[in-house]
């Protein structure tokens, strides 16, 4: 399993953006395929998008064309980009890690995005 830590979340206006990080220990990173999952009160943890080791990319319909995952092997971190935030983005983002199509074994603390309205 690899160790991922969370970094950039915060308070931020409707239409604004912001850039979670997400760096990870160990020296396989390159082979995990890395997700970014959300959790508002109240409702269950969803998937918000994933970059597989391939470079193949997943994104749920609501967050297409605002955000944008990308990964950096060399500095074992994965970003999530996003942008024209709204209000029903405000949630708790986790970073996760998987390898294949298994479960997501390793998690993230989280960190809190919040957009105003």
């Known amino acids: 399993q690899v160790q991922l830590v969370e970094s950039g979340g915060g308070l931020v206006q409707a239409g604004g953006s912001l850039r979670l990080s997400c760096a990870a220990s160990?020296?396989?990173?390159?082979?995990?395929?890395m997700g970014w999952f959300r959790q508002a009160p109240g409702k269950e943890r969803e998937r918000v998008a994933e970059?597989?080791?391939?470079?193949?990319?997943y994104y749920k319909d609501s967050v297409k064309g605002r955000f944008t995952i990308t990964r950096d092997n060399a500095k074992n971190t994965v970003f999530l980009q996003m942008n024209s935030l709204k209000p029903e983005d405000t949630a708790v983002y986790y970073c996760?890690?998987?390898?294949?199509?298994?479960?997501?074994?390793?998690w993230g603390q989280g960190t809190q995005v919040t957009v105003s309205s």
């Open positions: 996760a890690a998987r390898i294949g199509q298994g479960d997501f074994a390793s």
């Open positions: 160990g020296r396989t990173f390159s082979r995990y395929n």
């Open positions: 970059i597989r080791w391939n470079g193949i990319i």
